[in-house]
């Protein structure tokens, strides 16, 4: 499995911006999508962003479209999420995931993505 390390969580104000990073390691050559999802206390793990790692297209989850963008740097094996105009409820753990053993088609789902990282804390307060 791919290995993934996330940071650039922390605190912010509503309407301010944050960018997550999420770093790959270990297989890397294998990675097809990279994907961010979010889980708030009391909620399920929710998709935010996803990049196909090879065409460059994008998805978005409607809470978070025309707000958030998501792009990668190949050589360095990196996913970025910018995350602007930010609300308290975009409040939760923010994951990187990846897809890795075989393309799937899908974007959206949790069980799409086989590798996950620990998760960043983005707080938004108001």
């Known amino acids: 499995q791919v290995q993934l390390v996330e940071s650039g969580g922390g605190l912010v104000q509503a309407g301010g911006s944050l960018r997550l990073s999420c770093a790959a390691s270990?297989?890397?050559?294998?990675?097809?999508?990279m994907g961010w999802f979010r889980q708030a206390p009391g909620k399920e793990r929710e998709f935010v962003a996803a990049?196909?790692?090879?065409?460059?297209?994008?998805y978005f989850g409607s809470s978070v479209k025309d707000r958030f963008t998501i792009s990668r740097d190949n050589a360095q094996n990196t996913v970025y999420l910018q995350m602007n105009s930010l609300k308290p409820e975009d409040t939760a753990v923010y994951y990187c995931a990846a897809q890795s053993l075989y393309y799937t088609g899908d974007y959206y789902s949790r069980t799409a993505y086989d590798s996950w990282g620990q998760g960043t804390q983005v707080t938004v307060s108001s």
């Open positions: 270990a297989r890397t050559y294998s990675i097809l999508v």
């Open positions: 990049i196909n790692w090879r065409a460059g297209s994008t």
